[in-house]
């Protein structure tokens, strides 16, 4: 059975970059794909990407494009959101998720099953 652990998120500083995991520790995510949201207090959770099982691509959205990127390593069993050149509008929490239907990425959150725990990313000086 997958479940979703998420890491890699803390303080940085405005500009800063971090990378952060999402990891399946009870099964491989080779054939799962992946989506990335983040949802900040009060707010929806907001797809940024995700990774196609169907053909591996990589999918960001409009608004973080250029910023973000996501990568798999499937020898780790994990998928990465690489963020870069913060903001503080990057601050929220952020989750994986995925669903064993899924074929694609999808940024509409209602289409996923299993989520992770979610990571906490802070951006302030």
């Known amino acids: 059975q997958v479940h979703l652990v998420e890491s890699g998120g803390g303080l940085v500083q405005p500009g800063g970059s971090l990378r952060l995991s999402c990891a399946s520790p009870?099964?491989?995510?080779?054939?799962?794909?992946i989506g990335w949201f983040r949802q900040a207090p009060g707010k929806e959770r907001e797809g940024v990407g995700g990774?196609?099982?169907?053909?591996?691509?990589?999918y960001v959205a409009d608004s973080v494009r250029g910023r973000f990127t996501i990568s798999r390593n499937n020898a780790k069993n994990t998928v990465y959101l690489q963020i870069n050149s913060l903001t503080p509008a990057d601050t929220p929490v952020y989750y994986c998720?995925?669903?064993?239907?899924?074929?694609?990425?999808?940024?509409?959150?209602?289409?996923?099953?299993?989520w992770g725990q979610g990571t906490q990313v802070t951006v302030s000086s």
């Open positions: 998720a995925t669903d064993p239907r899924l074929r694609y990425v999808s940024f509409d959150p209602s289409d996923y099953a299993i």
């Open positions: 009870g099964g491989t995510l080779d054939y799962y794909s």
């Open positions: 990774l196609s099982n169907s053909d591996g691509s990589a």
